[in-house]
């Protein structure tokens, strides 16, 4: 199977901007996962979805959005850009079904540089 | 909300030693994941953990949880340079979909 593909891999933005990323999970999982990462706060869990619902969801702001597709695809949309929104933004996906965790599988993730 | 509490944040040994990462949660876990993320990689799953006091091991590297389900270590005997990267364990309780990441502990193994 394919693994989780994300994109683009880089992006560079000023502040003000709006950016969209793309996630495509491993073929068969319905679960997909957003994560933050930073030198500074490690991993932190940004939103989660599953059958197209938000079903979890972590401590950002508002500016901070996401969606899931029909096909189990997810975006995630980072609206007026700030400084501090430099990560490297990961995308996990997991087969949860009735509930209950599982593997979370990562892809390579989106390196956001604002500047 | 729940915390999971990881130690050392940095580890530098040299080729050979063993190295130790403990893992402690605010709340009692139903389960527990390690990952490793090499340095420019992603974290890919290593393990899960789920019964009480239980021991696993994989070649050089013993994974423990704790008889109270509110810790966890990951340990490596005589590390290489390959064992370079990060480890992060990520707790579970019952219900949650999400796990709980550590902030990890980056180990650096010289030659």
């Known amino acids: 199977k394919a693994g989780v593909t994300q994109t683009p891999r880089y992006l560079i933005k000023t502040r003000g901007q709006q950016v969209t990323l793309s996630c495509s999970p491993i073929?068969?999982?319905?679960?997909v996962s957003w994560y933050q990462q930073t030198p500074g706060q490690g991993l932190q869990f940004l939103f989660e979805?599953?059958?197209?619902?938000?079903?979890n969801k972590g401590n950002f702001p508002g500016r901070f959005s996401g969606r899931q597709f029909s096909n189990s695809r997810s975006e995630m949309n980072v609206s007026t850009l700030e400084l501090g929104d430099s990560a490297l933004y990961l995308c996990?996906?997991?087969?949860?079904?009735?509930?209950?965790?599982?593997?979370?599988?990562f892809g390579p993730g989106t390196r956001l540089t604002v500047l | 909300g729940q915390q999971v509490m990881q130690i050392p944040q940095y580890q530098h040994v040299q080729e050979g030693e063993d190295f130790t990462t403990y893992c402690n949660s605010s709340?009692?876990?139903?389960?527990i994941q390690w990952y490793k993320q090499r340095p420019g990689g992603h974290p890919v799953f290593l393990i899960q953990?789920?019964?009480?006091?239980e021991v696993k091991k994989q070649k050089r590297l013993t994974f423990q949880f704790g008889e109270a389900k509110k810790n966890s270590s990951l340990h490596i005997t005589a590390t290489q340079t390959t064992d370079v990267g990060t480890y992060f364990c990520?707790?579970?309780?019952?219900?949650?979909?999400?796990?709980?990441f550590g902030r990890g502990t980056s180990l650096i193994v010289h030659p």
């Open positions: 996990a996906s997991s087969l949860v079904s009735s509930g209950g965790a599982d593997t979370q599988y």
């Open positions: 073929s068969g999982h319905r679960s």
């Open positions: 979805y599953f059958s197209e619902t938000q079903r």
């Open positions: 709340t009692t876990l139903s389960n």
């Open positions: 953990l789920v019964k009480s006091g």
């Open positions: 990520a707790g579970l309780t019952g219900g949650s979909y999400i796990p709980t």
